[in-house]
C-alpha cells in the first residue's frame, strides 16, 4: 500500500493512510517534469511554487491557493516554521471531487505532487488533511526503509493537531477520529514489530500509535512542559528535514535531547522487534476522552486530563500558542500569481 523508491532521482513517499491507498497507486507512475510555475506562496522565509497540470479545475485559483497557504500555515505552526527553505506542490487535475493521493520527494528541493479532483469546492479544500500530510513529511529526515512506519506515523499523528490548532479541524472530531482509528495500529498475530512488519496498519497506524506513546510519555516526563512537537522541531532544527539521509536512531536521539528525557529511544528498543501491545482504552481513560456515538467527551477529573489538553494545543513551554502563531503567519503569507501561461 506504500512505495519508496530510494534511487537517487526518484527517492519519495507515496502515501496512502486511508481508503485511496489504491488509488494512489496511480500517482506512482508520474515522474515530475519542470513545469511552468503559476503561483509563488512565501510562508515565513520558505517559499512554495505551485504548478497546475494540464486539466480542468472547476474551483477558482483562490480557492486553491487559500488550500495551500491553509496547509503550509498548519504544518508551519506546529514546527515553528516551513519545514523547508524551498518547495515545489505539482497539482494534478483529475476527475471527481476531493483531494486525492499525493507523493512528496527529497531530492531536487524536495517536492510534493497531489491530485485534485475537477469538482473540488472549497468545502473539501478546507476539510483536506492530505496536503498538510504531505508537507509534514518534509519536517523529518529520510530514513531506511524498514523504518517507513516513523516517517507515516509523523505524519499522520501530527497533521490533526496541526490543522486543529490553526483551527482548521474541530478539536472533538479530531480526538473521535483518532480514538476511533488508533486501533487500526496495534499489533496483529505474528506481529514481529514496527521494522520488520510492514503492513499498512502498522506502517501508517503503528507510526501514529508510536508517536502518541511518546508524546504522552514526553508529557509525563516533563511535568506537562514538553512533548513529541518540542522533540520533532530539534529534529528538524538539527537540519533533520526530508533533504537529508539520517539513520533512524540519530533522529531519535537528536529528539530525545531537544525534550531532555529519554523516551523516542526507549521506546523505539520497545517497538521495533517485538508487538508492544498497548491498552489503548485504559490510555483514553486516563486522557479523559470517552466515546460517545460519533462525538467524544472530555473527562476533566480524569488523572491526565492536563495532559490531553497540552497534547491537543501545545506544551506550555512551546510558544507561540496557536491563534497568535496563526495571525503572524497569515501576515507573511503572499502570493505572487506569477502566472506564465
Ligand atoms: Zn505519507
Known sequence: MYEKQRSFRFRSILCSPGWLGPLA???????????????????????????????????????????????????????GR????????????????????????????SHISIHVGADTTWSDFADDWMLPHEMIHLAFPDVDDRHHWIEEGISV????????????????QMWFEVVRDMPKGLPGPGDEGLDHTHTWGRTYWGGALFCLLADIEIHE????????????RGILDAGGN?????????????????TGVAVLVPLYEEMKDQPHPVDLPATWAKLGIERDGDKVRFLDSASEAKIREAITWGATSSPPDALKKSATLENLTIFAGRTTR
Not at 52 to 75: C, F, N, R, Y
Not at 158 to 167: G, Q, T
Not at 221 to 232: E, S
Not at 242 to 258: F, H, N, P, T, Y
Open 157 to 172: 499523528y501530527v497533521e490533526p493537531f496541526a490543522r486543529v490548532r490553526a483551527h482548521h479541524m474541530d478539536v472533538n
Open 82 to 109: 516551513f519545514p523547508v527553505p524551498h518547495t515545489s506542490l505539482r497539482i494534478i487535475p483529475t476527475s471527481g471531487d476531493g483531494v486525492r493521493g499525493g507523493r512528496t520527494w527529497g531530492d531536487h528541493g
Open 25 to 79: 497507486l496511480f500517482v506512482a507512475a508520474c515522474a515530475y517534469p519542470a513545469d511552468t510555475v503559476t503561483s509563488t506562496v512565501l510562508i515565513g522565509n520558505s517559499r512554495i511554487d505551485v504548478s497546475t497540470e494540464e486539466g480542468q479545475l472547476h474551483a477558482p485559483k483562490e480557492d486553491v491557493m487559500k488550500w495551500v497557504q491553509w496547509s503550509a500555515e498548519a504544518v508551519a505552526g506546529y514546527y
Open 221 to 232: 516526563k516533563t511535568n506537562n512542559q514538553k512533548g513529541l512537537q518540542d522533540a520533532l
Open 242 to 258: 526530508i533533504q537529508q539521509e539520517w539513520d533512524l536512531q540519530k533522529a531519535l536521539e537528536v529528539g530525545d535531547r531537544a
